[in-house]
């Protein structure tokens, strides 16, 4: 995998993306605020979603008693084809891993998204 340079809620981070085809992973995105790797692998699985309900034109329903501001349009949950995803929360875990699988880990310099305050 190669790592390089990308953003994140707004934040500057690294991420990482596979170098060659046979690799169990599709992409790897650091959070620099929760300072957590998120991992997605190959394998696929099916998983509940909430989605937005769409009426016959394609548009989102809206809801005649919006329970909040973010919650303006219904939703019916559906079963979806996603990503496996695992998540790296210790520093050492993660270091192990970009390590191990990122080709230019040694000449790239992740540590220094460890050390960033990141405000919203």
Not at 19 to 30: H, K, M, N, S
Not at 89 to 116: C, G, P, T, V, W
Request: aromatic share 14%; charged share 30%.
């Amino acid at each position: 995998m190669m790592l390089f340079t990308s953003t994140w809620k707004n934040s500057k981070t690294f991420k990482m993306v596979p170098a060659t085809g046979d690799c169990p992973y599709v992409e790897c995105i650091f959070d620099p605020q929760l300072k957590v790797l998120a991992v997605i692998g190959r394998n696929k699985k099916d998983q509940f979603h909430m989605i937005p309900k769409l009426d016959l034109n394609g548009d989102p329903e809206p809801r005649k008693n919006p329970r909040s501001a973010d919650k303006m349009v219904k939703e019916e949950r559906r079963t979806l084809e996603t990503y496996q995803e695992y998540y790296l929360e210790e520093r050492s875990d993660i270091e192990a891993f970009i390590n191990h699988f990122a080709f230019n880990s040694d000449k790239y310099d992740f540590a220094k998204y460890f050390e960033l305050e990141v405000t919203e």
